[in-house]
């Protein structure tokens, strides 16, 4: 199904085909018919699955025509993900002469009241905090908003932004159209939804606490002490592979950074502490392939679209399901495949548990030598490192941890690669929005796998690159009430 047979016009269907997209995506196929004619629409979809095209190309439809003002308002809940909305934007409005501007906190608010009172937006990406800095200071109307966004919209709610949203749906027009999309619906989006919306349709495609079928889930129980040690070891095997460790604490983030830098790893932290100049380099490291693994707090479960990350490890096991659900679906995006492993100790497998019982699914778990709670070392378990080379063609190593239970069979592993289908939330290399099959993989020229050129510290600043680790193949917490 061609992109224009969803009643997109020319202009806009243009940007899509010179981003290199064929094929909508399930998402894009349901949302964009809803959407066109107006109506409001709350959708259940995760990242990964093109969600962004599927709001971001009908708001384009729709200011092709009428005044040049701010019609078109986008909220998301980090300056990651505003970032990658705003990219994603740009790219699909190459030929439709549609403004897009962006604003978050964590950076100079000058810089951004200039782009608003002299250059003049008709789409604009915000976290709600900058927004209502700028409403503020009177330096952005939002009196003519025809459109409203609530992109990750649990997650806002989730980072205490409820209080924020409802300000701001009293700052824009009644008569509005407001889509929401969602990967779950806590109790208190429901409230704000009820206040945002009127009539929605709804468009489920994501369960609320459920993985992706695509990921493999892993547990490997693991004595606290030894957990650095078993990480250690599995990310020395990860060869060409990518991963992003999660932690639940800044402090824990940094000194788990430093410690991985110390053994050799290519590695930056972000969390919410860093500086926006801090995190913007650790993500543009990772996506180019100069780290090869990113130590993130759950500021970054969301917001962090990356092309390839063949691997999710939770060193800490999360504080709730969602947060579970979401740290997997930084892996297994837009049907290709990846591997989850969740290191749990004595002492956090009851929250394990409780996640488990949620999302519906006994968590196979593996034996790995030396680390076991209940194997001898030297008894089976033994992992091997993935070596597949091709990352378009390889079918990752279903068992990255070997000796897993046989109680439950891994999830959905069906398939591998990416298929030539729609936009995930832009072109890559722009915000680490996925490609098409058609498409190079992004970071280093000429490389066949994930490019490692040099390395950071734990700090997320660059450093030197040796470390005494072999060459990589291609080689060249919840947030306070900070404003976003």
């Known amino acids: ?27 894009q196929i349901g949302a964009i018919p809803l959407i066109l004619p107006g109506h409001d629409l709350v959708a259940a979809a995760q990242t990964g699955t093109g969600k962004t095209a599927a709001f971001i190309l009908p708001i384009l ?51 951004q009241e200039r782009m608003l009172r002299h250059q003049g937006v008709e789409l604009l990406v915000a976290t709600p905090g900058r927004l209502l800095d700028l409403n503020g200071r009177q330096s952005v109307s939002l009196e003519d908003i025809e459109v409203l966004v609530l992109d990750e919209a649990d997650r806002m709610v989730d980072m205490g932004f409820a209080p924020d949203l409802r300000r701001i749906l009293k700052l824009l027009p009644t008569k509005r159209q407001t889509l929401m999309f969602s990967a779950t619906m806590p109790a208190e989006l429901n409230k704000v939804a009820a206040e945002a919306l009127k009539n929605p349709r709804r468009l489920d495609l ?87 693994v990113l130590v993130a707090t759950d500021i970054a479960s969301r917001g962090i679209d990356v092309d390839d990350i063949t691997h999710v490890i939770n060193f800490d096991v999360p504080r709730a399901a969602e947060d579970y659900v979401h740290r997997v679906g930084r892996t297994g995006r837009m049907q290709a495949t990846g591997s989850a492993i969740t290191l749990v100790s004595p002492e956090e497998l009851k929250d394990f548990t409780a996640i488990e019982r949620a999302i519906g699914t006994k968590v196979p778990r593996a034996r790995v030598a030396g680390f076991d709670l209940k194997a001898k070392d030297g008894e089976g378990g033994e992992h091997e490192g993935s070596r597949h080379r091709n990352p378009r063609n390889r079918e990752r ?26 936009p995930a939330n832009g072109a890559a290399g722009r915000g680490g929005h996925a490609r098409p099959s058609s498409a190079p993989a992004s970071g280093a020229a000429g490389r066949t796998g994930h490019a490692r050129p040099a390395s950071t510290s734990a700090d997320g600043m660059a450093a030197d690159a040796n470390h005494g680790r072999r060459p990589r193949s291609g080689a060249s917490d919840r947030r306070s009430r900070k404003r976003m």
């Open 206 to 292: 994501a369960p609320p606490t459920r993985p992706t079928s695509q990921v493999e889930q892993t547990v490997c129980e693991v004595p606290r002490a030894r957990k650095t040690a078993l990480l250690e070891a599995l990310l020395d095997r990860l060869d060409d592979h990518t991963a992003i460790v999660f932690v639940r604490t800044k402090h824990g983030a940094d000194r788990l950074a430093r410690r991985l830098s110390q053994s050799g790893n290519r590695v930056a932290a972000i969390h919410g502490d860093r500086s926006q100049g801090q995190r913007e380099r650790a993500l543009r490291d990772f996506k180019n392939g100069r780290v090869h």
């Open 61 to 111: 439809a729709r200011l092709l025509e009428g005044e040049r003002a701010l019609r078109a308002l986008v909220l998301v809940p980090t300056r990651e993900l505003a970032a990658q909305v705003e990219d994603a934007a740009r790219t699909y409005a190459k030929h439709t002469g549609v403004r897009v501007g962006c604003v978050y906190g964590g950076v100079p608010i000058g810089p």
């Open 397 to 422: 190593h279903s068992g990255f941890v070997e000796g897993r239970s046989s109680r439950e069979p891994a999830a959905g592993r069906n398939g591998h690669g990416r298929p030539s289908s729609g």
């Open 1 to 27: 199904m061609p992109f224009a047979s969803l009643g997109l016009p020319d202009a806009v269907t243009r940007g899509v085909r010179a981003a290199g997209y064929t094929e909508p995506t399930p998402v």
